[in-house]
T-cell receptor, first 109, second 114 residues
Framework: AQRVTQPEKLLSVFKGAPVELKCNYSYSGSPELFWYVQYSRQRLQLLLRHISRESIKGFTADLNKGETSFHLKKPFAQEEDSAMYYC???????????FGSGTRLLVRP | NAGVTQTPKFQVLKTGQSMTLQCAQDMNHNSMYWYRQDPGMGLRLIYYSASEGTTDKGEVPNGYNVSRLNKREFSLRLESAAPSQTSVYFCASMARDRGNYEQYFGPGTRLTVT
């Protein structure tokens, strides 16, 4: 069955340290991958999607079809990056998203 | 432009009571979704409506029913609430046209069933 795995429930780093939030998926077709973020007391919102190939708030993510991964990276974490991050998969021809279990990122001063 | 709105924000129910969670979007989106968010489980899809007039089960539909009242509104009903339905419920919508598959989320409803 298709699934999205985020192996870390919590990732704690110091301000200025590099961050990598891991996401692996299982799907043999053409996937579309997303990262969503939920800041404290705010609604879930799209951070970035692989087809855009853009950097948002300093975050980037590259789809690696060979490793079926879509890890989220930022070279220098900021305190305002502290939030819950969800990786999501859309399968070809589907209107549904499959979400991972989420990783809470805590950036300490 | 309010985006996706949900009511109520908070609700406490006793086991066996019923209630309806309301969701509306003003973005003229075709598709709407109901998720529940539980610690360590991420977001799990309860029901969705790909377009007005259609509804389909998601990953965890048991104990819930939905109504796509019109293009704007998509409600979720708990007929007989159980403690296992204590969760945060999110509604979302998606345009789905021109390859735009971004989902927009509401602020959530925190439901406690005692």
């Amino acid at each position: 069955a298709q699934r999205v795995t985020q192996p870390e429930k919590l990732l704690s780093v110091f301000k200025g340290a590099p961050v990598e939030l891991k996401c692996n998926y299982s799907y043999s077709g053409s996937p579309e991958l997303f990262w969503y973020v939920q800041y404290s007391r705010q609604r879930l919102q799209l951070l970035l999607r692989h087809i855009s190939r853009e950097s948002i708030k300093g975050f980037t993510a590259d789809l690696n079809k060979g490793e079926t991964s879509f890890h989220l990276k930022k070279p220098f974490a900021q305190e305002e990056d502290s939030a819950m991050y969800y990786c999501a998969l859309r399968m070809d021809s589907s209107y549904k998203l499959i979400f991972g279990s989420g990783t809470r990122l805590l950036v300490r001063p | 432009n309010a985006g996706v709105t949900q009511t109520p924000k908070f609700q406490v129910l006793k086991t066996g009571q019923s209630m309806t969670l309301q969701c509306a979007q003003d973005m003229n989106h075709n598709s709407m979704y109901w998720y529940r968010q539980d610690p360590g489980m991420g977001l799990r899809l309860i029901y969705y409506s790909a377009s007005e007039g259609t509804t389909d089960k998601g990953e965890v539909p048991n104990g819930y029913n939905v109504s796509r009242l019109n293009k704007r509104e998509f409600s979720l009903r708990l007929e007989s609430a159980a403690p296992s339905q204590t969760s945060v419920y999110f509604c979302a919508s998606m345009a789905r046209d021109r390859g735009n598959y971004e989902q927009y989320f509401g602020p959530g409803t925190r439901l406690t069933v005692t």
